[in-house]
């Protein structure tokens, strides 16, 4: 592949750079498991990370302020029997997150303000529908409260989450495990990648097959796949002798890609991050110590090469920033928070500018965190735009985050929780019964000691 740029870009400068010492998450032990997740999520408040865990599966939730060297006994979320394969935070409410396990459970967690003062163990919900372990969670972009979970048991299932019900299950589409699952950008079709070697666009809601490409990439190894401009697709794979490629697509013709260009020939599967706002696609290696990134257009060869950001140390995982969580002052267009062994290191994309005022042509209006529909109303046929905002004078919650309610009469799940909320009910009655029973024995002290007092007095005027 030329890496000759000669074309006129204002991303040709692109540059990447790790924070300091002091601005990363240090000593935090980064789960062991072979899973090609991001095994890391990132929202304008907290970050989240995947790490080992023993007698079941954890993860921790930490301010973004909380840099620095992490406390070994720091509170996690552990409530999973098996190791926690995918998180990933909600894009309407930053204190929800989801995650999925080997012990084929799904969980929704709430997460306080400030992060957790105490182990979390009790799901706000608990959404029980594979029979395998869950591995890919991809929360709708529009649709409030609707989860897309995928299973090594190759089946798709889309959550009502506030009521605790698999609304859709696509169980009979994919023949063997999915490597891959997304929406596109309003949330209508759904795009996967499958070990039987075929690409698949969805009608989420039909469960049915819209249009299917086999062996977009000759090769055996995991393809991953994501919607960029246009809807056309991405993809990242491997040719017959193992050497990475990345490949576009038109859904309309899936003949021949648009281009399919060879990278190198390195063992790692390639995840890719599309920002939709710059058309820039990063391509981030499992077990890579670097990061490419190339601009999609409109004009031949339409995945144009830009860069790559390199350092010493391989990646175990990598978080993703929201544009709304960027400081827009500094012109940067990206952040990622890679995983080492034991620490988290963000690392900035910026575009270097003279200028200190807001660069327009850099932050176009992007996705805010307020939802365009309902999660019933989508799941009965009505699709939502994503609502944009300005990044003028940096993102600011001008309405409040949802406030998560959960239907529990319709959850099977909530009659652990409404139990324990009983028993501390009945906990909370016996400590009010003692507490009286101590006062009114106060009650009686106070008198007897009163009365002993005048006794005595009345002893004295003798």
């Known amino acids: 592949?030329?890496?000759?740029?000669?074309?006129?870009?204002?991303?040709?400068?692109?540059?990447?750079?790790?924070?300091?010492?002091?601005?990363?998450?240090?000593?935090?032990r980064i789960s062991q498991m072979t899973w090609d997740s991001n095994f890391c999520s990132v929202n304008p408040k907290f970050v989240a990370m995947i790490v080992d865990a023993s007698g079941g599966g954890a993860f921790i939730v930490l301010p973004l302020s909380k840099t620095g060297r992490i406390d070994m006994s720091l509170p996690t979320?552990?409530?999973?029997?098996?190791?926690v394969l995918d998180i990933e935070f909600c894009p309407h409410n930053d204190n929800i997150i989801a995650s999925g396990s080997e012990d084929c459970s799904v969980m929704i967690w709430e997460i306080p303000d400030g992060g957790l003062i105490s182990p979390l163990k009790?799901?706000?919900?608990?959404?029980?529908?594979?029979?395998?372990?869950?591995?890919?969670?991809?929360w709708h972009p529009t649709a409030h409260n609707v989860l897309m979970s995928a299973g090594c048991d190759n089946v798709v299932i889309l959550w009502n989450v506030v009521h605790g019900e698999a609304v859709v299950?696509?169980?009979?589409?994919?023949?063997?495990?999915?490597?891959?699952?997304?929406?596109?950008?309003?949330?209508?079709?759904?795009?996967?990648s499958c070990k039987d070697k075929k690409l698949r666009v969805l009608d989420p809601r039909k469960g049915s097959v819209i249009c299917e490409k086999d062996k977009p990439h000759e090769g055996s190894r995991p393809v991953r796949a994501v919607f960029v401009s246009d809807g056309k697709i991405l993809t990242t794979g491997f040719s017959r002798m193992s050497e990475r490629q990345v490949a576009l697509w038109d859904p309309k013709n899936f003949g021949e890609?648009?281009?399919?260009?060879?990278?190198?020939t390195s063992s790692g599967v390639l995840l890719p991050f599309f920002d939709p706002d710059t058309g820039i696609v990063y391509l981030c290696g499992k077990g890579d110590s670097?990061?490419?990134y190339f601009e999609v257009t409109d004009e031949a060869p339409y995945v144009h090469y830009l860069s790559m950001y390199s350092s010493k140390e391989s990646q175990k995982g990598m978080g993703y920033m929201p544009k709304r969580g960027l400081e827009v002052n500094k012109c940067e267009i990206a952040r990622f928070y890679k995983l080492h062994e034991r620490k988290c290191e963000p690392i900035v994309m910026t575009v270097p500018r003279k200028s200190d005022l807001f660069q327009e042509d850099l932050y176009p209006d992007t996705i805010g965190p307020e939802p365009s529909v309902e999660a019933d109303d989508w799941f009965s046929g009505k699709n939502g735009e994503p609502i944009l905002i300005s990044l003028k004078d940096g993102?600011?919650?001008?309405?409040?985050?949802?406030e998560f309610k959960v239907i529990k009469s319709l959850m099977a799940t909530t009659s652990s929780s409404l139990s324990n909320r009983q028993?501390?009910?009945?906990?909370?009655?016996?400590e009010v019964k003692e507490l009286r029973e101590m006062v009114e024995q106060l009650t009686q002290r106070v008198s007897e000691l009163e009365s002993n007092k005048m006794t005595n007095g009345n002893c004295g005027c003798f």
Not at 17 to 25: E, F, G, I, T, V
Not at 175 to 186: K, P, V
């Open 1 to 28: 592949m030329s890496r000759k740029v000669v074309r006129s870009s204002k991303f040709r400068h692109v540059f990447g750079q790790a924070l300091k010492a002091d601005q990363c998450y240090d000593d935090i």
């Open 77 to 83: 979320v552990c409530g999973h029997t098996g190791p």
């Open 122 to 138: 009790d799901p706000a919900v608990k959404l029980d529908g594979h029979s395998k372990r869950v591995g890919i969670l991809s």
């Open 169 to 192: 299950r696509i169980d009979s589409v994919h023949t063997d495990l999915i490597y891959s699952a997304c929406w596109n950008r309003n949330g209508s079709q759904i795009l996967t």
């Open 257 to 264: 890609p648009l281009t399919l260009q060879e990278l190198d």
């Open 290 to 292: 670097s990061i490419r």
């Open 395 to 402: 993102f600011v919650a001008t309405t409040k985050n949802k």
């Open 423 to 430: 028993s501390d009910s009945a906990a909370l009655q016996n």
